[in-house]
């Protein structure tokens, strides 16, 4: 019977490898790409890709400036620079003095802009616009590196996802364009690395990763997202056990561990001093605007996230300093993403900084709340990217009360659907977890468990928050129908495949030229939103200040000389 027993166990072992085997052969290699879709070679895909992302947001080139174009760009002290060098405007962007929130290489891109195209609101579009497009086209290539099936097509979806409209038709949103452009590159350098071993590559994705936080710090768990893939492509037991690294490697690793942890380490004790300084003198004199300004203190005393945020500079500089100091003897593929969770921790810490300092309160409810919401907000942002129906720039407000027993369900179903993937991991599901887990991982930061400015409109969803997140979404939809094509070649089967995609992409195409239809001007957009949601302030207030403005145009026209009415613009100083 002991025979029999091990016997069995043994070819339970032997099957569990092989159901691992092909799971990782399937990811590693290579598979069908834009050769099972049509055969179209990469100048193709690229061109289609890229002309697909330009075609559809055609009508916002001649669109102008809305909403938070204003604060972001028009009336941006930092991105106007009047009255100052072009030293002075590049100290006052990146050392933060006058900033509300800290996206540096953001505000530097749009004061370049600035600088060469004025108040053109046309060309500030065509930057986003093809920002967007060079976008799609890398989330073509990162896919088809790490052997997803139908690239090309994710691409594709990309370019013309509905739901992208709100990022790539809104100028203020090239945060978000600009970001993911340098994340899409880190991941595809980082990569490469992981392949290669090739010291440049390593020290490319650090620096692409580091602009894309400077950027917008919305892509600060890619980090663990970089974990995630070592499984997958690797197996758990890799993880565990895989040491070996060339000499430059670790040469590399332990020298960005070291300066990566000596600057977190820093930067701790920077922020700690500072506090103690705010609190020193909160107690000398309590009643100074400077102090009170700050929005650091509660009852006499440090708010508690601010007390936080020193521990994590000062935590992830001491993570660093061990990694160099165990570079060689812990595993390679956990050791290569550490110093992309300290870039994470120390420019992720800033933007909490800045976000906290602002005196605003801003309502997102209890520890409980933030639960039961992040579980449906989860839910929510999946139903938009499988089906981008009723978009609108504003929705209706969630709630922030107390939440009963039935609302933490969505947040139940998202813990069973990790688990049942996990359970079955050795076989489809391994993929499916991975963008799962992906998804999960790039929309944690906005899913409300933070304070966000943009819940001060009461809703706690929106259609850019959701940018970046929708790529492994994407992927794993353009891998499923890679796969239904290879299962039969039948030309019936293809052709039917084929049809079916054609039009699933024209309705997304069409649907997108009117989204961008929408983000033309600050009439056409508000009058959407509140066809949508007629109780949303925002349109009330920034619609009615609209057409405020313009009857005082129309007014004041008709008794300024002819010659004079060209100069007059709604709500200009000129009136």
């Known amino acids: 019977m002991a025979d029999v027993s091990s016997g069995r166990m043994a070819a339970s072992a032997r099957k569990g490898k092989v159901h691992a085997r092909i799971s990782l052969s399937a990811a590693a290699s290579p598979a069908p790409t834009a050769s099972a879709l049509g055969g179209l070679n990469s100048v193709g895909c690229f061109l289609i890709i890229l002309g697909a992302a330009v075609i559809v947001y055609i009508p916002v080139i001649n669109g102008g400036f809305v909403w938070d174009d204003e604060p972001w760009i028009t009336a941006n002290r930092l991105v106007r620079a ?5 030293w002075q405007a590049l100290w006052a962007i990146w050392s933060g003095s006058e900033s509300v929130e800290y996206y540096p290489l953001t505000t530097t891109l749009h004061w370049l802009e600035w600088r060469i195209f004025g108040a053109n609101a046309p060309a ?5 616009v093809l ?3 060079g976008n799609a086209v890398l989330v073509w290539r990162v896919l ?4 997803v099936p139908g690239a090309w097509l994710a691409g594709l979806i990309f370019a013309i996802h509905p739901v992208n409209a709100a990022t790539a038709a809104w100028i203020s949103e090239g945060k978000n364009t600009f970001s993911v452009l340098l994340y899409l590159s880190s991941f595809l350098a980082f990569v490469r690395f992981e392949r290669t071993a090739r010291v440049r590559w390593y020290f490319g994705a650090l620096l692409f990763f580091a602009g894309g936080l400077l950027a917008k710090t919305h892509g600060a768990f890619i980090p663990a997202i970089f974990v995630l893939y070592a499984w997958w492509r690797h197996g758990l037991s890799s993880l565990a056990t895989d040491t070996k690294s060339s000499a430059g490697e670790l040469l590399a690793l332990r020298i960005s561990n070291l300066v990566l942890g000596c600057l977190g380490l820093l930067g701790g004790m920077v922020a700690t001093f500072y506090l103690w300084t705010v609190w020193k003198q909160s107690h000398s004199n309590p009643a100074d605007p400077v102090i009170v300004a700050t929005n650091m203190l509660v009852d006499g005393g440090i708010r508690m996230t601010f007390l936080m945020l020193p521990v994590v500079l000062m935590g992830s500089g001491w993570v660093g300093l061990i990694a160099a100091k165990l570079t060689g003897r812990v595993n390679k593929h956990l050791l290569r993403t550490v110093g992309f969770f300290q870039l994470s921790a120390l420019l992720g810490t800033t ?15 209890g520890v409980a709340r933030r639960f039961a919401n992040a579980g449906s907000a989860m839910w929510w942002y999946f139903g938009k990217t499988l089906a981008p129906i009723e978009l609108a720039a504003v929705y209706p407000p969630w709630r922030f009360d107390q939440p009963t027993l039935g609302e933490f369900l969505p947040l139940a179903g998202v813990i069973a659907v990790f688990l049942v993937l ?11 977890l991975f963008a799962f887990g992906a998804f999960a991982l790039l929309i944690l930061p906005v899913l409300g468990f933070v304070t966000m400015a943009y819940a001060r409109g009461g809703s706690l969803v929106a259609d850019h928050l959701q940018y970046l997140p929708n790529v492994p979404l994407i992927a794993a939809v353009a ?4 796969l239904i094509w290879n299962l039969r070649s039948a030309r019936a089967w293809r052709a039917g495949i084929a049809a079916a995609m054609i039009l699933a992409l024209l309705a997304m195409s069409s649907y997108t030229w009117a989204r961008a239809t929408v983000y033309q001007s600050e009439e056409s957009l508000w009058r959407d939103t509140l066809a949508k949601n007629p109780d949303t302030w925002q349109g009330h207030n920034r619609l009615g200040e609209l057409l405020f403005c313009a009857w005082r145009l129309r007014r004041r026209s008709r008794t300024l000389p002819t010659s004079r009415r060209v100069e007059a613009g709604p709500c200009s100083e000129s009136q």
């Open 131 to 133: 920002l967007h497009g």
């Open 144 to 147: 088809k590196t790490i052997g």
């Open 422 to 432: 996990w359970r079955f991991r050795r076989i489809i599901a391994r993929h499916a």
């Open 351 to 365: 933007t909490v900084w800045f976000h906290e300092a602002v005196a605003e309160h801003i309502e997102m409810g």
């Open 479 to 482: 891998s499923g129908v890679a």
């Open 82 to 86: 009047e009255n100052r060098s072009v």
């Open 124 to 128: 500030f579009h065509a930057v986003n």
